[in-house]
């Protein structure tokens, strides 16, 4: 594979990992294949997408992947 990508489809099409999880599956196959890991899709906050961002690089991951829901009002979130 030329990457590995992390994700919970139960959770959606972005659905995030257990951070547990995400850092398993680093340890045991970043040596053959960087790793990538999605935050997910839907935020309270700007700063909850961050936070979240930031746990997910925490594992080691090479890439983190975050989607954007896209709901009415989300453009008075990012001012």
């Given at each position: 594979?030329?990457?590995?990508?992390?994700?919970?489809?139960?959770?959606g099409a972005l659905g995030r990992l257990d951070l547990d999880?995400?850092?398993?599956?680093?340890?045991?196959?970043?040596?053959?294949?960087?790793?990538?890991?999605?935050?997910?899709?839907?935020?309270?906050?700007?700063?909850?997408?961050?936070?979240?961002?930031?746990?997910?690089?925490?594992?080691?991951?090479?890439?983190?992947?975050?989607?954007?829901?896209?709901?009415?009002?989300?453009?008075?979130?990012a001012q």
């Amino acid at each position: 594979a030329d990457v590995i990508d992390c994700k919970d489809p139960a959770g959606g099409a972005l659905g995030r990992l257990d951070l547990d999880e995400i850092a398993r599956v680093v340890h045991g196959v970043s040596a053959l294949a960087p790793v990538s890991a999605t935050i997910g899709d839907t935020f309270v906050a700007p700063a909850a997408a961050v936070r979240s961002a930031q746990s997910v690089a925490g594992t080691g991951v090479a890439i983190v992947k975050c989607g954007f829901f896209g709901l009415p009002g989300d453009a008075a979130l990012a001012q």
